[in-house]
């Protein structure tokens, strides 16, 4: 039985799935900029 928790933070991969690069790769994240923008985010992604 592992005590490890369920979140192992990497920059790398959180970079590349929420990152402003990996959402501008896909339609649907240019969509979610599209509508962050929009509604006036200071910071679009992180």
């Known amino acids: 039985m ?3 928790r369920t979140y192992q933070p990497k920059k790398r991969k ?3 799935a929420h ?3 990996g959402r501008t790769r896909t339609p649907g994240g240019r969509k ?3 509508r ?3 509604k006036g985010r ?3 992604a992180v």
């Open 2 to 4: 592992s005590t490890k």
């Open 32 to 34: 979610m900029l599209q």
């Open 14 to 16: 959180r970079a590349t």
């Open 42 to 44: 200071a910071k679009l």
């Open 36 to 38: 962050r923008r929009a």
């Open 19 to 21: 990152g402003f690069l």
